[in-house]
């Protein structure tokens, strides 16, 4: 169960055997050996399946793609650059980079 069920089976071979658990040839503890789940993410995946099995997919659908901006990251650089002078100089009591600063001026 350490994968991910979209990087193991396709959406044919997974609706295959929903389809066989729906038309009862197959039992719940049947099909988690099969596709390796646990319970609630097979419920959650044959609630998709009985709603509308002509659209049951199990690809990922994300809501962003987890990359920040070029100017977000330019800000971020320019932060971490006047903390780090901070820190090398020598009249200051400064040891290490206050990310939560720099997050929350963000």
């Not at 320019?78 to 929350?104: G, T």
Request: proline fraction near 2%.
């Amino acid at each position: 169960m350490d994968s991910h069920l979209h990087k193991r089976y396709d959406n044919e071979f997974v609706g295959s055997i929903l389809q066989k658990y729906v038309s009862k040839e197959l039992s719940v503890q049947q099909v988690l050996d099969i596709l390796q789940i646990k319970r609630s993410r097979f419920f959650v995946l044959v609630h998709k399946f009985v709603n509308d099995p002509n659209k049951f997919s199990i690809t990922c659908k994300r809501k962003s793609s987890g990359r920040i901006s070029a100017e977000l990251e330019t800000i971020i650089c320019r932060e971490l650059q006047k903390e780090k002078e901070l820190i090398e100089d020598q009249e200051i009591p400064i040891r290490n980079y206050n990310y939560s600063y720099i997050r929350d001026q963000i």
